[in-house]
């Protein structure tokens, strides 16, 4: 089986290609990619920055090159559920988008996860209570390149998965703010939330190490996840 794995940042690949083989570049249009053979699927891996135009962009340029059988929208999420913990693994089972909504399938076999609708938007989601709106409309975690990637793998009438691991809790707001240093690039400038950061240190720079702590533990788990996982 070909696999077409969509993420926004390689950190979010880190943990799969350490289970991967053969990986090696592609000659992808995008911001990152690499092929590789995955137990006995073959891979193409794309990071192409965040937000569902980024993401769209990634399967158009990837489906230039890679006939996929299907199509992984794979990162990290926010919690709306009360009882997911950091890098919990959450399998969609719906995408919900400003737009409408998107079907998205469960693997054939998987290891221990919680499945439910996962709420794609154009920003981050910043503060508790923003979450608990979110979550009484049904959702029970939160992203924002999803959508991107279930409409396009809608429009090419391909099965479409959403595999996401948790970064941050329902319970938490966050204090440096993302949304403010999103370049169109699809990128955050590292230099802006750092020099907003140490306006506020005591509070901010540490939330940025525990997130990036968090993130790479939550790699290591979704990779492990989608390398035991039966599509």
């Given at each position: 089986m070909k696999l077409l794995l969509i993420a926004s940042d390689r950190m979010e690949f880190q943990g799969l290609l350490r289970r991967c083989e053969q990986a090696r570049r592609a000659a992808l249009s995008v911001d990152w990619s690499r092929l590789a053979r995955l137990g006995d699927h073959d891979v193409l891996l794309a990071a192409n920055g965040v937000g569902a135009r980024r993401a769209a962009s990634a399967v158009e340029?990837?489906?230039?090159?890679?006939?996929?059988?299907?199509?992984?929208?794979?990162?990290?999420c926010g919690a709306l559920a009360p009882e997911l913990g950091v890098a919990d693994i959450v399998v969609a089972t719906g995408i919900a988008a400003g737009d409408g909504s998107f079907a998205a399938q469960l693997p054939a076999?998987?290891?221990v996860h919680r499945a439910g609708t996962v709420c794609s938007l154009d920003h981050v989601a910043r503060t508790t209570e923003?979450?608990?709106?979110?979550?009484?409309?049904?959702?029970?975690?939160?992203e924002m390149e999803a959508a991107g990637a279930a409409a396009r793998a809608e429009a090419?009438?391909?099965?479409?998965?959403?595999?996401?691991?948790?970064?941050?809790?329902?319970?938490e707001s966050m204090a440096n703010d993302f949304n403010s240093a999103l370049r169109p690039d699809g990128h955050f400038d590292?230099?802006?939330?750092?020099?907003?950061?140490?306006?506020?240190?005591?509070?901010?720079?540490?939330?940025?190490?525990?997130?990036?702590k968090r993130c790479l533990r939550a790699s290591e788990v979704l990779g492990d996840f989608v390398a035991d996982c039966r599509f």
């Open positions: 340029a990837a489906s230039a090159i890679f006939a996929a059988d299907a199509i992984v929208s794979l990162g990290f076999a998987a290891p923003e979450k608990r709106g979110l979550h009484a409309a049904g959702s029970i975690a939160v090419l009438g391909r099965p479409f998965y959403c595999i996401k691991a948790v970064t941050d809790l329902a319970g590292t230099m802006e939330i750092l020099r907003s950061s140490l306006r506020h240190p005591s509070v901010r720079l540490p939330e940025l190490f525990r997130l990036r």
